[in-house]
């Protein structure tokens, strides 16, 4: 019902900056909330940050200052914007729509792989 595609992932130097987006299929006006999440080699998937329909952002407190979640509504599309990167943010980054009200569930990407060099 809902696909997402992530894309900008890579490799960068600790320090440097990167910009992941997520496309959606559908109207993101009709979702309930837009996140991103990430899975560090060997550890469990994780919360990074979230917006809501009104643009609220909230973030996890390892990202805090760092990253920033942001909204195209025309392109349905979702952004995290990535600075100031460190080795401990390695890991795989999937975007996650929340699509329970419309659409009975909630929606991954296929995941992007974001590795900082130290």
């Known amino acids: 019902q809902v696909q997402l595609v992530e894309a900008g992932g890579g490799l960068v130097q600790a320090g440097g900056s990167l910009r992941l987006s997520c496309s959606a299929s559908?109207?993101?006006?009709?979702?309930?909330?837009m996140s991103w999440f990430r899975q560090p080699p060997g550890k469990e998937r994780e919360s990074v940050a979230q917006?809501?329909?009104?643009?609220?952002?909230k973030y996890a407190d390892a990202v805090k200052g760092r990253f920033v979640i942001s909204r195209n509504n025309t392109a349905n599309t979702v952004y995290l914007q990535m600075n100031n990167l460190s080795p401990e943010d390695t890991a795989v980054y999937y975007c996650?729509?929340?699509?329970?009200?419309?659409?009975?569930?909630?929606?991954w990407g296929q995941g992007t792989q974001v590795t900082v060099s130290s």
């Open positions: 996650n729509v929340d699509g329970r009200t419309l659409y009975g569930g909630d929606f």
């Open positions: 559908r109207n993101i006006f009709t979702f309930d909330s």
């Open positions: 917006i809501t329909n009104s643009n609220r952002p």
